[in-house]
């Protein structure tokens, strides 16, 4: 589990086929790895991965296709640069919100505004995840906990204040950006309570609809 309050950037120092799975390695060397041993978990840009080799500023995980498929590690390239998030113990602050470092899907940055000193971003996320996604409710992108601002359809914005711009990746984003998205914990399970023993043959696709709630008297 993770908090959402992002530790360190770090760059992609390789990430290459090595038989079935990909080898990534990140150099961070603002990281501090004193407490970090083979088998921990560390939040590479939201996604939860094991490290299997340690260096003095870097460290190696194995991804698999699967995790590939549904991040936006399918574009990533040697020189990326990434945010870091070990993961929590029971002595951490949680200054965000509880992530479990397991992406639901890849947004896209629609458009960046000022405001104030602040910026505002428009993202864009699959249409199944759009659900889960409330005003004022949490979500993370590449790992950092932000809150939502506003939610029409599809789409949501959020407010970025400059010390998160420039404590994470989110100072080099651009219009188009692909982005990890993990939605909030809380709305994925209050959907499978809602559905109740409906849950075992709704799918992902279907899950909680209008007409389920207007049949069980929800619908306004």
Not at 142 to 170: K, M, R, W, Y
Request: with cysteine; aromatic share 6%; net charge negative.
């Amino acid at each position: 589990m993770f908090t959402g309050i992002i530790e360190s950037i770090g760059t992609v120092d390789e990430f290459k086929l090595r038989g079935d799975e990909w080898r990534l390695k990140v150099r961070c060397p603002a990281l501090d790895l004193t407490d970090v041993q083979l088998g921990d978990s560390i939040a590479v840009s939201g996604c939860c991965l094991t490290v299997t080799q340690l260096g003095s500023d870097s460290f190696c995980a194995d991804v698999s296709n699967e995790s590939i498929s549904l991040t936006t590690f399918q574009y990533l390239q040697a020189g990326a640069r990434v945010n870091l998030e070990k993961a929590l113990t029971p002595q951490t602050r949680l200054g965000g919100h509880l992530v479990s470092g397991h992406v639901d899907g890849v947004g896209e940055l629609l458009s960046q505004d000022n405001d104030g000193g602040s910026w505002r971003l428009k993202f864009r996320v699959p249409d199944g995840l759009a659900r889960y996604i409330a005003q004022k409710g949490s979500v993370c992108i590449d790992g950092t906990s932000l809150t939502v601002n506003t939610v029409e359809g599809a789409c949501f914005s959020v407010n970025i204040i400059p010390h998160t711009q420039q404590a994470t990746v989110i100072h080099t984003y651009r219009v188009g950006q692909r982005v990890n998205i993990e939605v909030d914990l809380i709305a994925r399970y209050l959907e499978r309570l809602v559905l109740g023993e409906r849950a075992a043959s709704a799918t992902s696709a279907t899950g909680l609809t209008r007409a389920f709630l207007a049949d069980h008297g929800f619908d306004s």
